[in-house]
């Protein structure tokens, strides 16, 4: 599978919303690698609890408890 990214745009309009006015490139840049991580720490945990629970399909549910579970 081809390695997929967050946009940049996305990680400008989310420090937008959090009430920033002008944001540098590499604050977006970190955020975009943080939320990447984040994402892969936790999908993979997901797909744990898919592959315990015995599907092959990664449920919501599956998520939340990735999250809960925490670092």
Do not use: W
């Amino acid at each position: 599978m081809a390695e997929r990214s967050i946009p940049l745009a996305a990680m400008e309009r989310i420090i937008e919303k959090a009430g920033a006015e002008r944001i540098a490139e590499d604050a977006k840049q970190e955020l975009k690698d943080i939320c990447e991580t984040l994402a892969a720490k936790y999908g993979e945990r997901a797909a744990k609890f898919a592959d315990h629970a015995g599907r092959k399909t990664v449920k919501e549910e599956d998520v939340k408890l990735a999250i809960r579970q925490g670092n």
